[in-house]
């Protein structure tokens, strides 16, 4: 599912209500960089039993599950209406969203998380939304030591043999920068990634064209360009390969990229690529990419590298 709003690059999505789902589905629709198939939904007709709100259980490693009132400016309000924060409402609360919006599939729920289909609904597409009202990446709260690693989460849930799997050859993490996002609830997309692009960051970390310390990863040294889909051209991104997701990459990328830089956290896109090796198993480790415009052919949106369709 694309959040891109430049209409010469990537087309708006719209929603509508489908049948098959639970009571119907919300499903983003439109295209994302490439065309897609749907898939039906695996969730059983009736309204889901309200679960906890992220209010009342904090999430792992957090010791504070939500941002704070006074964030709210910032990170939005729970009375904000906004087609995801609706459906995570619907998933976690049980409140009902408005009529012409449908209700989602609630795929995962959890006291920090819900996970939706995505658009083009495919089996490679899919969301992971927290509980807690956060507009986007702009949120300051996400990158504080308290904040949940939604990244890990999303993992976990994407892998082969989680609760969610994207089943695609080569699996991607994505978050859009906020011009670049239609939707205002943050969503960490988990997609499929070509293998042009997989081939791409194993070259270039046999290379050494990548850092291999959060400390490194702004430096000129470990940014590359990654090509898109045919015909989109290439990309500039900041590079750094991680063993694990244990640590928050929004907290790394706010402490070693935006802040000696002084940029802008909202301008960002970042993607979680797990390495793979030739027989298509994991290989252990991740690939981290962020990028913004401030690099020269630098991007704000992750809808470059993801397949969705």
């Not at 996002?181 to 070259?203: C, D, F, K, N, V």
């Not at 990459?249 to 030739?278: C, E, W």
């Amino acid at each position: 599912m694309s959040d891109q709003k430049n209409t010469d690059e990537f087309p708006r999505r719209r929603f509508v209500a489908l049948s098959g789902a639970v009571g119907g589905a919300a499903l983003l629709t439109g295209a994302g960089v490439m065309a897609g198939t749907t898939a039906t939904a695996d969730a059983a007709h009736g309204s889901p039993a309200p679960t906890p709100s992220c209010s009342t259980t904090p999430p792992p490693g957090g010791a504070s599950p939500c941002p704070p009132s006074q964030l709210q400016p910032l990170c939005g309000s729970p009375n904000d209406d906004d087609l995801l924060w609706n459906d995570v409402k619907y998933c976690t609360q049980g409140v009902t969203p408005p009529p012409s919006q449908g209700k989602p599939d609630c795929l995962k729920v959890t006291p920090n998380y819900v996970v939706l289909h995505g658009s083009p609904e495919t089996t490679h597409n899919y969301l992971l939304l927290p509980s807690c009202r956060i507009t986007g990446i702009e949120c300051p709260f996400i990158h504080m030591d308290s904040a949940a690693n939604y990244w890990h989460e999303a993992w976990e849930n994407a892998r082969h043999g989680g609760s969610v799997p994207v089943q695609y050859a080569n699996i991607g993490l994505g978050i859009n920068s906020q011009h670049a996002r239609r939707y205002q609830q943050l969503h960490i997309h988990m997609a499929g990634i070509r293998p042009s692009t997989q081939r791409r960051l194993q070259e270039l970390e046999a290379q050494g064209r990548m850092a291999t310390q959060p400390a490194q990863w702004a430096a000129p040294g470990n940014q590359a360009p990654v090509s898109g889909p045919a015909g989109s051209g290439d990309r500039v991104y900041r590079i750094l390969k991680l063993q694990d997701l244990q640590q928050n990459p929004f907290t790394l990328l706010y402490r070693n990229v935006v802040v000696p830089n002084s940029l802008n956290m909202a301008d960002q896109t970042l993607i979680v690529v797990p390495k793979m090796t030739a027989a298509g198993f994991f290989a252990g480790s991740f690939y981290v990419l962020n990028s913004d415009t401030s690099l020269h052919d630098g991007t704000s949106t992750c809808d470059y590298l993801l397949v969705y369709g």
